[in-house]
């Protein structure tokens, strides 16, 4: 073959039919990710010159280097987009290409039906039939009564009438043996690319969090309490099991500094039985590898996983890369630290403010043997059973110390999950997610109107959903919105049954069953914060009064429990309704996809106005579930019970002072 | 140094100092594009954990491999992006990279200001505004005078009272040395990048096309008409030159195929003095490296190329893939075209609709063979004087050929110019863009709403500008949108005034100042269209007459030369009116990118409703200018001549019937 006339770069770049932006992707050259059982749509951007039929497979190869082909569907919307949903099953690195090729025989098919129908060009078109079925027919990869028949249909089709041959183009039979196998040729491919399958747990679970101190805390006689241990906390584990939570997310459970201990509401200075706050990391009995003496010992806190885990319950620990001012680094690695002129340590500070109970680190002055520490710490718990990490502001250390970090510890434990702790601006939380981090704490708490919530809704699950995991959790010791501050119980329903079916992450802060709403004056965060105190709270009688949404949260777990869709975060789908405050979307999966013989789709409806009775009429893209429009089908809700009878368009009542949200299962799926 | 522990990835891609998203660039890994004398927003993300300030440089190599560095300003918008503007003079390849570093002395003066304002930490701020001055002192690449400067400035600091070390840390002077030749630490850096500069016709000119053959064409007694030829065509080049347009145009000048010729209004049969189809390309009389022999000799045609030269105008020549029946191609290379089982060749289709007069090429059956045909014409052409290309339906060849043959003919000449004659799908169009097509054809003429307009002008100015050009054709031999033919003389005006403002590259196809505006029945292109015949318009007469837009597109293209800001891309800037059909948007250039003293702004406040006589209050955001809200400033329409003096909400009137677009410039700015 003749070469063509050279140029600085000997070749083309494009492949000879154009394939661009396939995806899942993740930015700056990292590695999109999934979860064991997660949906993913692989897409791509292919099209050809011309109006020849072109076809897209996707060549996957599992980490142990099994491959499969999966023929792609293009989704007709004008962006020449093709798509497919495989769930990646096993956990590790996959890879996956794109492969575009002219299809011939549907280019034949589409013309052929159209130009014999006309009478124009018939002769021609059985003959280019006969060549492609004889061209099938001789492939030794197809079975042998499969060439037995496309060799008969090509003598057929030589011979045919233009009534005959249109029966043989327009032919369903023979068009899944090319859908099966299409005669391709122009073959062209992407690169290989890489997506990261995490176990399930990283991608799908309900976080509740608790102070181990505060749970079995009991008040002396003098008025001081008692601190809760780990054997007094883990009396609390059946009841955090019942209402069906997956991950038990602890705060520090190391010595809590003495030096310039704040007291309860963040006050200066401590009084002589004042805990101090957990993220105040490290005292004379101990630093970052230790157990405060009040919780037990180390012997205390495998046990207490261990009852855990009996229960269902997966612990995850607190990561707070920070000291007090008498840790146990701060004597021996100065270095660790930004030290001043004056020789003094640099306490945290957001000038000219100083926080003067912690010393932030400092990555920079001795990175090899501070990130080796760190190493050392995760390593430490990893070895007391601890497979989840809960990181404290992470955006205040340097990214690459993330990247590197959670690379090499899941380069040696690939179960050990990260979840980024960082309230910011989307550059740095997105950086996060994308250098490792598999669950990132989220804006939701702020997000609180139908139009902010559509917004957020649409963003976790599709625009960044390929590298950034949401845990929509509803509070924490540090959150407590005006929305739940003046929302009365309609709020707290309304948070905990979005968060809890807008995204397979969810969590909640201990608490919250209790409605405690009460801020400090001009905060954010609760009056008496955890942080700094031990709070007693007595669950069983809050339940017993009623006054508590342990039963609503119990059955918010139960649902997403039944609901694989609601285990998934890429299959939501806005809709719409006439009123400004009713949220609608919904979450589907195909039967394939369910682990039982019918798919799953729940519709959420949820009025978002705390304060009101609001009735509207909400209208369903039902196509979204396979339901063709004006179809009537069956919804069951999920909280009452209710069975109605509905369509692409139904009236709604909801009421923020009984029932704000529906769950609404659409029954009598295939 | 220790190492740290080994990971697969022995290290960590994110910089200390993380670099995100830089831009200008292009999808798919090929490179973005500039013109000569183009101002580019050079963006990246960055920041940092914590507080300390950071800074970011653009290091610029020219493609002679001149270095230099330019700070980039935070846009302050929570993207964390920061920005410089850069003027790109030279064509060929430029290499870029952004730096990021930590800014010492910034983080210094930011907290003393607060803390020893304050009365905190008064001592050891001192001592570190010392320790950085004295390093900044010994910087030998600091000019001795300036060094000497901060050594003194570093002993005054050492024993000065807050009230002093507070000046020093409030010293504009100081600062500013600072930011010059900033201190930094942490630095860190994003990869080379590309950016490929062409000459300055590839983005900013004023397109004209006319078919030569209608230009001095006369009717003969017999009724049938003569064609014109270059020569007379020739004569029409100061009227076309006069207007200011920059490029001249021309269909397809090759010999025409007679088999199969198409008649007119695209009738089946011609007469025999019917002229054809110039994209009909190829008789016996030769293909696509001859002239029409009716137009002359190819003597001729440099003649002309050479007399619109000196008229200021440069000669697009039409680059139509595609042969007729007659074509010489076709009995010498039936290879290049798709045969048929009956040893036919396969012409053009839609099935089951064909076109009788066409045969496609086929670039798959002989790739080096056809490649290096094509290579061959453009060739010819550029030995001819050509250096303009408008490549008629792009996308029905294959994007990897346009990719080769841009590149392979640019190596050569890089002053070559192709434009994408591509109305179709997004994809294929940007693809068409990216693979290296200097220029295309866009969606503007369909873009007739105010909201459509706004979509359309901030897609072209801001999502695509780094890689595709929009050249917005009012219209074209094939288009005469329905605006067009109902709108009147308003409509022409409208169109004109916002293609030629909107983007620095419009085009005008000849006809359209005399408003030729009836349509074939049921189509969307003029009656008779210049394709099949010939047309005799007499242009003086319509002058004369004031039948004519001339002296309209004349004042146009006026302004586009007398104002920078216009021919530029990426500058425009949509604002706001109250009325749903007044469209609102400015262009603007910065000083030293003017070539004067003086800043550049044009707003252009258009009525795109042609029926109506508005009144409405438009909303400026004036700060895009550098003038306060509030302030008074003066403008003058660059039609009337008016002048007002405006603020940040002005009341307008625009009649469709006689003035319906305001060009004002903003006058008196530095």
Redesign the interface.
Known sequence: ?????A???A??????I?L??PSPAA????HPKAFAGEVIPFRV?A?????DRIGVHLRLRTPNHVESLHRLVPLED???RWQVDVALDETNAWTFRFEAFADEFATWT??AE??I??G??V??MQ??GV?LLTRASNDKERPKPERKHLARTAETLASATAEQALAIAADEELAALFRDRPLT??DSATGWQTILVERTLAGAAAWYEFFPRSEGAKRNEDGTIASGTFATAAERLPGVAAMGFDVLYLPPIHPIGRLNRKGPNNTLTAGPSDPGSPWAVGAAKGGHDAVHPDLGTLADFRAFVKEAEAQGLEVALDLALQAAPDHPWVAAHPEWFTE???G?IAYAE???K?YQDIY?LNF?RD???L??EV?RVVEHWISQGVRIFRVDNP???????W??LI??VN?KHPDVIFLAEAFT????MR?LAA?GFQQSYSYFTWRNTKAELEEFLLSVSQETADYMRPNLFVNTPDILTEYLQFGGPGAYRIRAAIAATGAPLYGVYAGYELMENVARPGSEENVDNEKYEYKLRDWAKAEEEGRSLAPYLTRLNEIRRAHPALRQLRNLRLHWSDDDAILVFSKHLDAPFTGTDASDTIIVIANVDPHSVRQTTVHLDTLAWGVEPGTAFEVEDLVTGSVWTWTDHNFVRLDAFTEPVHILHVKGQR
């Open positions: 073959m003749r070469a063509l006339p140029t600085d770069a070749d083309a770049q494009t492949p000879r154009p661009a932006d930015p700056e050259g990292f951007v099209f050809r010159e011309g109006h004008g962006t020449d589409h013309a159209v130009k129908a006309a124009v060009d002769a021609v003959a280019l060549q040729s122009l001043l002129p004056d003094t957001n000038p000219p100083k932030p920079d990175p090899v043997g990130y080796t190493l955006h205040t250390k340097p990214l690459r110390f990247e590197w690379r090499t380069t601006r989307p550059a740095p950086g250098v």
